[in-house]
């Protein structure tokens, strides 16, 4: 449907739905989307419209959580997520496929949370960027601010890859945020292996809207454990 479709507060997914060519979804201040367990929602165009979901009121949103493994977010084919404190948050191992499509002008893209099992999500020839200053949120960012990471993870102890080198139009693209890929594991009993492939970073840089921070600007961050018991963790870049 092209008519409005307004969500405040939380929107819980207890069935599988598909918002299709829907370019009007807004988001009221810090509302969330969450799906339950075992039940998926899927973003997706039509031939005439995409799908769009975006602030409705000039904040800052909550975002879209997807709880555990049985949980799984779609995001196809050209579909926007945008203005959110954080447009997908994978928790438990929640499962996410974003294919061509677009994250954009939200504080964080995607969260990835500890994980320890077989991690499915994939996300494939997408753009991630910050193209203006953020609408304003609460607690405040700072008045110019951009996007602070495309993906963040932390303790992911599994295997993952984000991209994919079959296709070069599966090439993902980070612009204007603070940092590209940001991991950190600390737990040096368990062992991730993350491939970064077919990704590209651009303006990803120390400075943005008069603010300067060196210790920022990185295209991919990676932290692990000092391996003090011995189990090695790999990231291969290419």
């Not at 405040?8 to 367990?37: H, K, W």
């Not at 594991?185 to 491939?195: E, F, G, Y």
């Not at 990704?199 to 990676?222: E, Q």
Request: proline share 4%.
């Amino acid at each position: 449907t092209t008519d409005n479709i307004n969500i405040n507060g939380v929107l819980t997914i207890d069935q599988s739905i598909m918002f299709t060519g829907c370019p009007n979804i807004y988001m009221g201040r810090d509302a969330e989307i969450i799906i339950n367990p075992n039940y998926t929602l899927t973003l997706q165009q039509t031939e005439l419209n995409i799908t769009h979901v975006q602030s409705a009121c000039g904040y800052m949103w909550g975002g879209r959580i997807i709880p555990n493994n049985t949980a799984i977010l779609h995001v196809y084919g050209g579909s926007i997520i945008e203005d959110a404190n954080y447009a997908i948050v994978s928790q438990n191992g929640g499962e996410f496929d974003v294919t061509g499509s677009i994250l954009r002008n939200n504080y964080r893209d995607i969260i990835v949370q500890p994980y320890s099992g077989t991690y499915n999500s994939h996300i494939y020839g997408s753009t991630l960027s910050c193209p203006r200053d953020f609408y304003p949120s609460f607690p405040p960012y700072n008045l110019h601010e951009r996007t602070n990471t495309g993906i963040t993870i932390t303790e992911l102890a599994t295997t993952w890859t984000i991209g994919d080198a079959t296709l070069s139009a599966n090439k993902n693209t980070f612009d204007n945020m603070w940092y590209g890929i940001k991991s950190s594991k600390t737990n040096d009993a368990t062992s991730q292996n993350l491939s970064i492939v077919n990704n590209l970073f651009t303006n990803i840089n120390t400075s943005y809207g008069g603010i300067s921070d060196p210790s920022k600007g990185v295209a991919v961050y990676y932290t692990t454990d000092n391996n003090s018991t011995g189990v090695v963790s790999y990231l291969t870049v290419g």
